[in-house]
């Protein structure tokens, strides 16, 4: 329904009646953005906000389109969230581990009241004083980290260890345990006399400091407890047998101490008879009265659930049992529910019981992992859902069964990874560590504070509703305009899209069973896609190459000569092998045939550039084909320009035909989306995503220019590198449209301009500047078209010019200059080579 047409009705209808119409819009808007049509959904949002019931609409449209809740960034990057005891303070850490800078910040006006060189900060129980190790540098430190750093060049794993033992015990030698008041900014270090402190925390109060540590000059590492009265400074030893003692959290009360000795068990320390209670059990956590802990247990293939109150004689209950993990479990705040997860049918699901265990009640149900769920207050819970890559949070409502999706970046495609989460003490506030802006490829990751009890207003949902709006729409101008002069073909042959053709190759592929280096299916699969492509006329090359001893494997990769340009080459690429575990229908017999339906459909439509088909080997151990690939086409000085890598892209998911643009470069990242809602029925968000993929080799090599489809981060297949990583898993709709996505990539890529490069800027007089670069390799290349002003798209001003070089009279320090080739067909280089001037 259009914004003309809700506004007509405004003005014709009783309010009844209207308010009947603006549920219909809504409803139609909702239908419209599951479908991937967002331009028409965003219409729709935006004439209710800006309707006569604006105000009435905005949380159901925030809901829609992002976040509900306030959100603001308190760092650009930080890790190791917490409040304070009385959410008056938060604290980050940020920097190297073991060299962390740890960052103070007052919740009230988000002002940094203290930022510490040093590391295991911990707030006082009383919020206003806190303890760290503050850390300084010595020589010792620097040599042990080259020591790692040659060791892990060499991948001598038994000497890296080693040395990460003994920059533990040079990090500790250079530690000193402090005090800091958070109000006046003051630190007071205090005197551990000889010993080596590696971990340290507050008592019930500011007046005593556990910590483990060893006399300094003892062999090897072993930490025992140690209590200090901090008035007096004397410290004293409350355990004196040889280990580690990890993760330490004083149990309100001061009689016993929890910490880690193992794996699998963890230690009660009775202060008072210096007795140690091992529990075996993982997850531990403590009632918020530290009246008992909860944990998870797994004996003789039996998970349970148990707690043990602190009590009498420590009795331990069970609560729950199953023959699926139990994991993660959490007291409420009353200490009157538990919440954990249990794996049902394949996936993680979240719980609640009470504290007795006797009333389990099942809190989700989604195709995806739920897990880490966590009290917000007694009648809220937070939990987290995906895999590691891209995990969401999710606010339920236990009274009613509501649930809201918390965190995003309010953009219509681009991801918000999400890593860590801490809730304020009442309840109220939430911290998150994200890759927002859903660059994963940077070391930062953002630290964020999430208000629960402020929403989102109306001038703000306003904003982004017309910025996303704007966005859309300028994504499809440009994309129809990249794709103009190609469109017709373009359209002619992704219609040619056989999913029977595609069922086929899945079902074939997956026939050989596990595709591992080391399994038989990986032969068999070389020999199958060898035969099908010489079939369709190509002449593979078969690169087989010995990646550990006894182990012979091979890449598959055929050649589609480029008509115009030969000497440009792009490459599409998929690993074709799986995890020994199981056949890999998703992770990628989905990605093969994807790339071999690609390869029928071009054989007899040869493109201006030439396109090499890659079927990589090896990527399951360890990126192996696609490095060997690389290594050969560097010795072969092969001019790779773009490629694209599809890596998981059938699981049946949600039903939902959607997926992820993996990208190094953001032009094809636009070109892909295009690519995807011109000729395909494929929904498409983004990540600058390449790590742990054959992406990265190109990277490695090539550096920015890559994109592809993936279904990491944003989808979160629960089969992932599991035996259940099966066929019937599969979407074939989906395999479908990303088929006809990739072919329509390719086309464009191999038909248009590549990006230049050498792009020089020599300095003259005042702020005129010389720009010059490198001829597009390109045979029919017209002009190149040269823009420059600020970094973004609006407010540049143009140049054109058939030489490669021009000169920019008004250039200032700050001043973008973008600059690429365009052919004779008029179509514009993929992406701006560009620099900024200093």
Do not use: C
């Not at 409040?83 to 960052?103: M, N, P, Q, V």
């Not at 980290?145 to 030698?173: N, S």
């Not at 965190?407 to 681009?414: M, Y």
């Not at 290594?631 to 049946?652: C, E, K, Q, T, Y």
């Amino acid at each position: 329904m259009q914004a003309s047409t809700l506004a007509i009705l405004a003005m014709a209808m009783p309010a009844t009646l209207f308010a009947q119409a603006e549920e219909t819009a809504f409803q139609s808007a909702l239908g419209a953005w599951e479908q991937g049509d967002f331009i028409s959904a965003l219409e729709v949002y935006q004439d209710l906000l800006q309707g006569l019931n604006g105000e009435q609409w905005v949380e159901q449209v925030a809901a829609a389109t992002g976040e509900v809740y306030r959100v603001e960034e308190l760092a650009p990057d930080g890790r190791s969230i917490r409040f304070s005891y009385d959410g008056k303070y938060a604290s980050y850490e940020s920097g190297e581990a073991l060299f962390e800078t740890t960052h103070v910040v007052r919740i009230e006006d988000l002002a940094t009241v203290a930022t510490l060189q040093g590391r295991s900060f911990r707030f006082a129980p009383d919020g206003n004083w806190g303890v760290f190790l503050a850390v300084t540098e010595s020589q010792e430190i620097t040599d042990v980290q080259e020591t790692i750093r040659v060791a892990t060049r060499a991948r001598d794993r038994r000497t890296a260890g080693r040395a990460r033992m003994q920059l533990r015990q040079a990090v500790a030698k250079s530690s000193t345990l402090t005090l800091i008041d958070l109000e006046s900014g003051q630190s007071t270090p205090l005197n551990v006399q000889g010993t080596l402190v590696y971990d340290a925390t507050f008592g019930s109060d500011r007046g005593t400091v556990f910590f483990t540590g060893q006399p300094e000059g003892t062999n090897g590492i072993s930490f025992n407890l140690f209590r200090m009265d901090v008035a007096s400074e004397d410290a004293e030893q409350l355990t004196d047998t040889r280990g580690l003692r990890l993760g330490l959290q004083a149990v309100p009360g001061d009689r016993y101490m929890l910490y880690r000795r193992g794996n699998r068990n963890f230690t009660l320390l009775d202060i008072e008879s210096g007795e140690e209670h091992s529990i075996t059990g993982v997850d531990e956590s403590l009632a918020a009265d530290g009246s008992a802990v909860v944990y998870s247990v797994l004996e003789d293939s039996t998970y349970f659930l148990k707690s043990t109150d602190f009590s009498g004689d420590l009795s331990t209950h069970t609560l729950a049992q199953s023959d699926s993990p139990i994991r993660y479990p959490r007291y409420s705040p009353d200490g009157t529910r538990i919440t954990y997860q249990r794996r049902v049918a394949g996936n993680y699901e979240v719980f609640v019981t009470n504290s007795e265990g006797s009333s389990e009640v099942r809190i989700t149900n989604h195709v995806q992992h739920d897990i880490f769920p966590r009290f917000v207050t007694d009648t809220h819970l937070l939990t987290v859902r995906g895999e590691g890559r891209h995990r969401r949070s999710f606010l339920h409502d236990l009274s009613t069964g509501a649930t809201t999706k918390l965190f995003h970046n309010n953009t219509v495609r681009t991801i918000a990874p999400e890593y860590e989460w801490a809730v304020s003490p009442d309840g109220s506030k939430i911290l998150i560590v994200s890759e927002r802006d859903g660059d994963t490829v940077s070391p930062e990751r953002g630290v964020y504070l999430l208000y629960l009890d402020q929403k989102v207003g109306h001038a703000e949902l306003v904003e982004r509703i017309q910025d996303n709006l704007a966005s859309e729409i300028h994504l499809r101008e440009i994309g129809e305009a990249m794709f103009a002069p190609v469109a017709r073909t373009v359209e002619e042959i992704t219609t040619e899209v056989s999913p029977a053709d595609l069922y086929e190759y899945q079902e074939r592929m997956f026939s050989f069973g596990s595709k591992y280096i080391t399994q038989p299916g990986n032969a068999m699969a070389i020999e199958y896609l060898a035969e099908t492509l010489r079939r369709w006329g190509y002449e593979p090359e078969l690169q087989w190459f010995q990646p550990r001893d006894s182990i012979r494997t091979a890449n598959v990769i055929v050649t589609l000569p480029g008509i115009v340009h030969p000497d440009v080459t792009y490459v599409v690429s998929s690993h074709f092998d799986s995890v020994s575990r199981g056949p890999g229908a998703d992770d990628n017999t989905s990605g093969t045939s994807v790339l071999l339906e690609t390869a029928r459909l071009l054989a007899d439509h040869p493109l201006p550039a030439t396109v090499k088909f890659a079927f990589f080997t090896g990527e399951e151990a360890g990126l192996l084909g696609s490095r060997e690939f690389m290594r050969r086409a560097v010795a072969d000085s092969l001019g790779i320009v773009g490629a694209l890598n599809n890596d998981m892209v059938g699981w049946s998911g949600d039903g939902r035909i959607d997926n992820t643009i993996r990208y190094s470069n953001a032009g094809i990242r636009d070109l892909q989306h295009a690519a995807a809602f011109l000729f395909s029925d494929l929904i498409t968000y983004d990540a600058k995503y390449y790590k742990f993929t054959d992406a990265h080799a190109y990277y490695e090599v090539y550096g920015d220019i890559v994109g592809g489809i993936g279904s990491y981060p944003v989808l979160g297949n629960p089969n992932y590198h599991q035996a259940s990583d099966r066929l019937p898993t599969i979407d074939q709709d989906l395999i479908v449209a990303t088929t006809k996505t990739n072919i329509a990539s390719i086309m464009l890529l191999a038909s248009s301009p590549s990006r230049i490069n050498g792009l020089r800027v020599t300095r003259r007089l005042g702020n005129s500047a010389d720009i010059t670069w490198d001829p597009a390799p390109e045979a029919d290349i017209d002009h190149y078209l040269v823009t420059y002003g600020p970094a973004g798209e609006h407010g540049r001003r143009e140049l054109s010019t058939t030489t490669y070089e021009v000169t920019i009279e008004d250039a200032p320090p700050g001043t973008g200059i973008f600059v690429r080739a365009v052919n004779d067909r008029g179509m514009y280089g993929w992406d701006w080579a560009r620099i900024t001037l200093d």
